[in-house]
């Protein structure tokens, strides 16, 4: 059965910093990987998603994400993170091959000290 | 770019009472799923459905729960007699389901959050 594990609870950067959300699943088949931003309280944002082609997808807001098969993971990158960067992010991992459900993290809090 | 559509935003609802939450999925597409989300947990997996029938659902979806697609766009999650627990964010998605890349488009809606009282 396939799993995801997002090792980080919870981190804190300081905004202009580097950021680095660590995302590693467990599947047996090809997987199709996406990464979600949720703020308090709101519905699920798509930033980026994997399917196939190159391992490094760009998203919105400044993300992207690199896929490493050989590690089994996807985490996800920001140079420079923004105030409003604070949010709960979720990785997640699906099928390619038939339609079936999504399994998420349990999320990493992401909070941007001043 | 298509959307999926739930609505209300915002339930609630006496705790015994019946509740329904309508999604409208992007038309073309032919699987749908529902996900809860209890306040400051991870998503989770609910049911998925496919030409009018189950075709997985978690243990979380007992006989509390059903699903319907009543006419041609909207696919809804009944809960019977709602227990405080089933406070929640609930998200409707759905898939393309056909072809090589068959979750390829697989899309969310904002979600409906019930709260139980």
């Known amino acids: 059965a396939q799993s995801v594990t997002q090792p980080d609870i919870h981190i804190t950067v300081s905004e202009g910093a580097s950021l680095e959300l660590r995302c590693n699943y467990s599947?047996?088949?090809?997987?199709?990987l996406f990464w979600y931003v949720q703020s308090p309280g709101q519905g699920l944002q798509l930033l980026l998603k994997?399917?196939?082609?190159?391992?490094l997808v760009q998203g919105i807001k400044g993300f992207e994400a690199e896929f490493k098969r050989s590690q089994s993971s996807f985490n996800l990158r920001k140079p420079s993170v923004h105030w409003s960067d604070a949010a709960e992010y979720f990785c997640?991992?699906?099928?390619?091959?038939?339609?079936?459900?999504?399994?998420f993290g349990s999320g990493t809090r992401l909070s941007i000290r001043p | 770019e298509p959307e999926v559509t739930q609505t209300p935003s915002h339930q609630v609802t006496q705790m015994g009472q019946e509740v329904i939450l309508r999604c409208v999925p992007i038309?073309?597409?032919?699987?749908f799923y529902w996900y809860r989300q209890i306040l400051g947990q991870k998503v989770e997996f609910l049911v998925s459905?496919?030409?009018?029938?189950?075709?997985?659902k978690s243990e979380i979806f007992d006989d509390q729960f059903s699903v319907e697609r009543p006419d041609g766009s909207n696919f809804t999650l009944k809960i019977r007699s709602t227990k405080l627990e089933d406070s929640a964010m609930y998200f409707c998605?759905?898939?393309?389901?056909?072809?090589?890349?068959?979750?390829?488009?697989?899309?969310f809606g904002s979600g409906t959050r019930l709260t139980v009282v």
């Open positions: 998605a759905s898939s393309p389901g056909t072809g090589g890349n068959r979750n390829y488009g697989y899309t």
């Open positions: 038309s073309n597409h032919l699987y």
């Open positions: 459905f496919y030409n009018n029938e189950i075709s997985e």
């Open positions: 994997y399917f196939s082609g190159d391992t």
């Open positions: 997640a991992v699906g099928a390619q091959s038939s339609a079936s459900k999504i399994i």
């Open positions: 599947y047996g088949a090809t997987p199709y």
